[in-house]
């Protein structure tokens, strides 16, 4: 494992962002409940995907589907105090939960209430990394709409994970990593 996501995971223990009943499991590569139809993603899952993101120290980030807040946690130690992180969920529990999780260790990672009307938060946008934790089955063209020129964004759509990418003069692309992937269904 590259160092810098080896300091991430060690820095953002996954047993920090499970439930009291779950953290027992914290060890084990499968993706856990969190409640509410949510799951804490698989850690090798987890970890294909934001090396797929590859983000960087001062990169704004938006984590869509933030659930316990493992994935803006990480994503936080990855893009440093420069960066920043925009966590939403559609759950208040969630939300509440991550917030929670989160404390005051990450004062550059925010976790927001999605709005049921619109994907994404489009008011922080550009972003230069998005990251998707739930399969909408196609790529949502308002989550392309958010992505900064160079940036990267990464998702489950209809099981594959995809990677797209914003090219500096606007153009997008798409690419698939292999395999078939298992997610909750974005909201």
């Known amino acids: ?3 810098r996501f080896t300091e991430a995971f060690a820095a953002a223990p996954r047993a920090d962002f499970l439930t009291a009943q779950q ?3 914290a060890h084990i590569d499968a993706p856990l ?8 993603s698989q850690p090798s899952t987890v970890l294909l995907m934001l090396r797929l993101l590859d983000p960087h120290p001062g990169d704004r980030v938006l984590d869509v589907g933030s659930g316990s807040g493992w994935t803006s946690a990480l994503l936080g130690e990855l893009v440093g105090p420069t960066g920043s992180v925009t966590g939403v969920d559609i759950v208040p529990a969630l939300v509440a939960v991550g917030r929670a999780n ?5 004062p550059w990672v925010r976790i927001r209430l999605a709005r049921r009307d619109v994907m994404g938060w489009p008011d922080g946008s550009p972003y230069d990394r998005i990251l998707v934790s739930a399969d909408g089955g196609s790529v949502p063209r308002a989550l ?5 020129p160079g940036g990267r964004m990464v998702l489950p759509a209809a099981q594959e994970m995809t990677i797209v990418e914003r090219s500096t003069d606007g153009a997008l692309t798409r690419r698939h990593a292999p395999g078939l992937f298992s997610f909750v269904r974005l909201r």
């Open 144 to 148: 392309e709409d958010q992505l900064a």
């Open 1 to 3: 494992m590259d160092d």
């Open 102 to 106: 989160l404390g005051d260790r990450w």
């Open 33 to 40: 409940p969190i409640g509410h139809g949510a799951t804490n």
């Open 23 to 25: 953290r027992h499991n």
